[in-house]
T-cell receptor, first 117, second 115 residues
Framework: DTGVSQDPRHKITKRGQNVTFRCDPI?????LYWYRQTLGQGPEFLTY????????KSRLLSDRFSAERPKGSFSTLEIQRTEQGDSAMYLC???????????????FGPGTRLLVL | DQQVKQNSPSLSVQEGRISILNCDYT??????FLWYKKYPAEGPTFLIS?????DKNEDGRFTVFLNKSAKHLSLHIVPSQPGDSAVYFC??????????????FGQGTILTVHP
């Protein structure tokens, strides 16, 4: 399977705990994106990387959120001191970038569903 | 500020008929548009896209139409099949600047195709 993979698929945690999610993009893709989706809404952009550089962070991303892509391959998203409002589906996507409009198509992983009790 | 809007939360069609899903946008900087399909508990799956230099793009049963002056796009599925039942999202990407590559999604439309 050469698609985007995410781990874990589901996470239940207690309020105040830290959680970390991992995303492995399609191997030749140099852009990696994180989105969050809540019930009844479309995915909302959180942050993205081009190779190892984090190029933009949404205002949705509070100081409790941090993302890394240390070697330009996989990425991690950490949420510190989780709150019930963090409960959502966290989606990762990757794109090849470059080569015109086709490079902008983003391919999504299955998501990590987080429930904060 | 909802820059991409899908005003129909749901659509129900009969198998074999045409499904038309609509999307409106407000940001004139958007120049690349995509449609994704999403099943419950899965990530969105890319369906079809269109660049702002075109007004139509076809891929099998799926056709996307873009009306730039009206800031409106639509996805036509012909013929509709029960397996097409899912949530459909339209998304848009701006032409440049710091947000280049960032997708802005609509709220989604639930399509149900009845046998």
């Amino acid at each position: 399977d050469t698609g985007v993979s995410q781990d874990p698929r589901h996470k239940i945690t207690k309020r105040g705990q830290n959680v970390t999610f991992r995303c492995d993009p399609i191997s030749e893709h140099n852009r990696l994106y994180w989105y969050r989706q809540t019930l009844g809404q479309g995915p909302e952009f959180l942050t993205y990387f081009q190779n190892e550089a984090q190029l933009e962070k949404s205002r949705l991303l509070s100081d409790r959120f941090s993302a890394e892509r240390p070697k330009g391959s996989f990425s991690t998203l950490e949420i510190q001191r989780t709150e019930q409002g963090d409960s959502a589906m966290y989606l990762c996507a990757s794109s090849p970038y470059g080569g015109g409009a086709q490079g902008e198509t983003q391919y999504f992983g299955p998501g990590t569903r987080l429930l904060v009790l | 500020d909802q820059q991409v809007k899908q005003n129909s939360p749901s659509l129900s069609v009969q198998e074999g008929r045409i499904s038309i899903l609509n999307c409106d946008y407000t940001n004139s900087m958007f120049d690349y548009f995509l449609w994704y399909k999403k099943y419950p508990a899965e990530g969105p799956t890319f369906l079809i896209s269109i660049s702002s230099i075109k007004d139509k793009n076809e891929d099998g049963r799926f056709t996307v139409f873009l009306n730039k002056s009206a800031k409106h796009l639509s996805l036509h599925i012909v013929p509709s099949q029960p397996g097409d039942s899912a949530v459909y999202f339209c998304a848009a990407i701006p032409a440049g600047g710091t947000s280049y590559g960032k997708l802005t999604f609509g709220q989604g439309t639930i399509l149900t195709v009845h046998p």
